[in-house]
C-alpha cells in the first residue's frame, strides 16, 4: 500500500523567502509519481509540480521546485520567493492520488 | 477548455435525509475521482472510475454511499441515509488516465449535516 507523510502542520514564512515543504512516502511500486498539489481558502485544488521515479532530474515549475531523494524516499517542494498568494494548504500526493495530511503555508509581509 | 463541472456548490441537509452531487469530468478524460475532505484534513479517496467501471472503491462506505457514472462521463455520488459525520467537501477530479497523469479538480460541493 502506498502511504504519504507531511510532518509539518503549518509553515511560516516571509514574502521573498523560500520555504520547504517536507513529504516522504512510502510505496512498493518500482515505478511511481509524486504530485503536489496548492489549496487556497477558496477550496480548490491547484495542480503544482509532479516528479515521475525514474526522471533523473529534479522537476521546476516557474518558483515551485521538487527536491526528489528517492534513497530517502523524499519528495520535498521549494517555492522560491514566496510571496502572499502563497498562503495556502499545500498537499503531496500519489497515484492513484493518495494525499498526505497537508501543510499550511503563512506567507506574512 | 472546460474545467470539472460540479454542482450544487454547497447543501444543507438534516442527518437521516439522501442527497446527491454531480459531476462532469473534462470531456475525454476516462478516469474519475470522488474524494471526501474533511475540514483540516487531507482529501480521502471515495471511488475511481475507469470510464464506466469502478478501479477503487474500496474506502466507500457503502451501507450508505453509492456512485455511478453511466456512460462512462459524467458521474453522481450519492449518500442515504446522511450522518453528521459525512460534513465535508466531496471533490470530484478527472485525468486522461489511470495513475500517472495530472488531475484535474473541480469546486468541490460543501455539504453540511444538521
Redesign the interface.
Known amino acids: 500500500a502506498q502511504k504519504i507523510t507531511?510532518t509539518q502542520p503549518g509553515m511560516f514564512v516571509q514574502e521573498k523567502e523560500a520555504v520547504t515543504l517536507d513529504c516522504t512516502y512510502d510505496t512498493s511500486d518500482q515505478s511511481y509519481?509524486l504530485?503536489w498539489?496548492k489549496q487556497p481558502s477558496s477550496?480548490?485544488?491547484?495542480?503544482l509540480i509532479?516528479q515521475?521515479s525514474y526522471d533523473e532530474q529534479n522537476a521546476t515549475e516557474g518558483r515551485y521546485s521538487l527536491n526528489f531523494q528517492k534513497a530517502r524516499k523524499s519528495a520535498n517542494l521549494v517555492i522560491s520567493a514566496s510571496q502572499l498568494g502563497d498562503s495556502a494548504m499545500y498537499?503531496c500526493a500519489m497515484?492513484?492520488?493518495?494525499?498526505?495530511?497537508?501543510t499550511t503555508l503563512s506567507v506574512s509581509s | 477548455e472546460a474545467g470539472v463541472a460540479q454542482s450544487p456548490r454547497y447543501k444543507i441537509i438534516e442527518k437521516r435525509q439522501s442527497v446527491a452531487f454531480w459531476c462532469n469530468p473534462i470531456s475525454g478524460h476516462a478516469t474519475l475521482y470522488w474524494y471526501q475532505q474533511i475540514l483540516g484534513q487531507g482529501p480521502k479517496l471515495l471511488i475511481q472510475f475507469q470510464n464506466n467501471g469502478v478501479v477503487d472503491d474500496s474506502q466507500l462506505p457503502k451501507d450508505r454511499f453509492s456512485a455511478e457514472r453511466l456512460k462512462g462521463v459524467d458521474s453522481t455520488l450519492k449518500i442515504q441515509p446522511a450522518k453528521l459525520e459525512d460534513s465535508a467537501v466531496y471533490l470530484c477530479a478527472s485525468s486522461l488516465q489511470e495513475g500517472w497523469t495530472e488531475a484535474f479538480f473541480g469546486q468541490g460541493t460543501r455539504l453540511t449535516v444538521v
Open positions: 507531511q509519481g504530485f498539489y477550496g480548490e485544488m491547484i495542480f509532479y515521475g498537499f497515484p492513484a492520488l493518495i494525499f498526505g495530511k497537508g
